[in-house]
Antibody, heavy 118, light 114 residues
Framework: QVELVQSGGEVKKPGASVKVSCKTSGYTFTSYGVSWVRQAPGQGLEWLGWISGYSDETRYAQKFQDRVTVTTDTSTRTVYLEVRSLQSADTAVYYC???????????WGQGTLVTVSS | DIVMTQSPDSLAVALGERATITCKSSQSILYSPTNKNYLAWYQQKAGQPPKLLIYWASTRESGVPDRFSGSGSGTDFTLTISSLQAEDVAVYYCQQFYINQPITFGQGTRLEIQ
């Protein structure tokens, strides 16, 4: 069965960076991309970016273009999200989700809570 | 970016009754070459990740009960729950994934039992 398993919660200080991992299984990795979506406490869903499963192609929301990097390790089927220059407004649950590219976001990771606090 | 606006923000419906949520996009998300509307609906229960319900505006995801249906085209879309069950209490989001546009979500609609 398709699974996306994310790394555990993180607590970071303002100005620091965080790297969240998403290990995938149960499907042909190169046939799907992975998107990252975040949700601040009590708020809605916000898309950060996407990476292809078969190339290094990435796309980012303009708001995060300068602070976010999505990478993959094809050998371990793991996708990574790095967010730099963290501020309190970045406190959120970060989700990875399988993305078939202009069709649907069908399988979601369990979420990783990133807390930014001094 | 394409702005997605849902209404209402919250909704209370009696068990067994129909629930209707609407979603409007700031520009058409009907892609002519494929004749598909690039819109999906998700359900999010407290403490859980979102769950895909509907994509291509009206295609039900495998395993989703048939009381959930999606309709609409162009800029105006609707999610309908034909007979509300207790387990349907959740927040519902629409999302567009139009070609060469960043993904955006509606603000969410909270559905409760009346």
């Amino acid at each position: 069965q398709v699974e996306l398993v994310q790394s555990g919660g993180e607590v970071k200080k303002p100005g620091a960076s965080v790297k969240v991992s998403c290990k995938t299984s149960g499907y042909t990795f190169t046939s799907y991309g992975v998107s990252w979506v975040r949700q601040a406490p009590g708020q809605g869903l916000e898309w950060l970016g996407w990476i292809s499963g078969y190339s290094d192609e990435t796309r980012y929301a303009q708001k995060f273009q300068d602070r976010v990097t999505v990478t993959t390790d094809t050998s371990t089927r793991t996708v990574y999200l790095e967010v730099r220059s963290l501020q309190s407004a970045d406190t959120a649950v970060y989700y990875c989700v399988r993305d078939c590219g202009n069709c649907k976001l069908d399988y979601w990771g369990q979420g990783t809570l990133v807390t930014v606090s001094s | 970016d394409i702005v997605m606006t849902q209404s209402p923000d919250s909704l209370a419906v009696a068990l067994g009754e129909r629930a209707t949520i609407t979603c409007k996009s700031s520009q058409s998300i009907l892609y002519s070459p494929t004749n598909k509307n690039y819109l999906a609906w998700y359900q999010q229960k407290a403490g859980q990740p979102p769950k895909l319900l509907i994509y291509w505006a009206s295609t039900r995801e495998s395993g989703v009960p048939d009381r959930f249906s999606g309709s609409g085209s162009g800029t105006d879309f609707t999610l309908t729950i034909s007979s509300l069950q207790a387990e349907d209490v959740a927040v519902y989001y629409c999302q567009q994934f139009y070609i060469n546009q960043p993904i955006t979500f509606g603000q969410g609609t909270r559905l409760e039992i009346q």
